[in-house]
């Protein structure tokens, strides 16, 4: 087996050893954002949940969820609407837009390494194929035989290059569609927390209603400390 892996190394000009790096550092990518993406996906919607609680005005309230979901993601967009909850909507707006933006290089950390595994793997199959094949022929160029196994033989190994590129290609492609779907799943959560947090620090209200809804969150977020403090 060691034998074959040399073999088929040394025919692809040495690319498989660095396709098998690519497929490694893939893998790891593919399970860092798993986990990542779990973690503020179920922090964000525990969040929604503990700020539809909340009544208008009720800013001890927000402070109490920003201070328990502290760490998150969306956390960071709590703590601004909190620091200018003294300006008008427009400008909180304007604040949160900016907060979130910062954010957005926290969710696309890594994206590009799977972008380029999906053309990399083939390029770098595709070439040590070539490469794979140029000393196939060569062999029998220099050889003076028409053994036809000594050329086919060749070819077959050098073809593994060019599989080993493609499976990298197509693991790399699907998870990278589907992060890209977790990436806009939590903007979509990041801008909805921003229109809640505009609407209960600058809309209407009863003031009885405000006082009831925020009964029930802060005994939502006390309910069950810390089970996203550290998430995102």
């Known amino acids: 087996m060691w034998n074959f892996i040399v073999e088929i190394s040394l025919l692809s ?46 800013v001890d309230d927000l402070r109490a969820v920003a201070k328990h979901y502290t760490g998150t993601v969306q956390a960071a967009v709590l703590d601004t609407a909190l620091a200018t909850r003294a300006e008008d909507a427009d400008a909180m707006d304007r604040q949160i ?16 390494v799977l972008d380029t595994a999906v053309t990399l793997g083939p390029l770098l199959g595709l070439f040590g194929t070539i490469i794979g094949m140029i000393e196939s022929f060569s062999v029998l160029g220099t050889s003076g035989t028409s053994n036809p196994t000594a050329v086919t033989g060749g070819i077959a190994h050098a073809l593994v290059a060019t599989a ?48 009831a809804r925020g009964s029930r969150a802060a005994v939502a977020v006390a309910s069950e400390p810390g089970k996203f403090a550290r998430a995102g």
């Not at 890209?180 to 927390?193: F, G, I, S, V």
């Not at 921003?194 to 809309?203: A, D, F, T």
Request: aromatic letters at 10%; charged letters at 20%.
């Open 164 to 211: 080993g590129g493609l499976f990298i290609a197509i693991i790399a492609i699907v998870f990278l569609n589907y992060f890209n779907k977790r990436l806009r799943l939590a903007m979509h959560q990041l801008e909805l927390l921003k229109v809640m947090l505009i609407n209960r620090l600058h809309g209407g209200g009863s003031e009885q209603h405000g006082k």
């Open 97 to 112: 837009d900016e907060t979130v933006m910062w954010q957005v290089p926290k969710l696309d950390r890594f994206m590009w």
């Open 13 to 58: 000009g040495g690319l498989i050893p660095l396709m098998a790096v690519l497929l490694v550092v893939t893998i790891a990518v593919i399970i860092e954002r798993l986990w990542f993406f779990n973690r503020v996906l179920s922090a964000g919607r525990a969040i929604e949940h503990d700020v539809q609680l909340v009544g208008y005005q009720r």
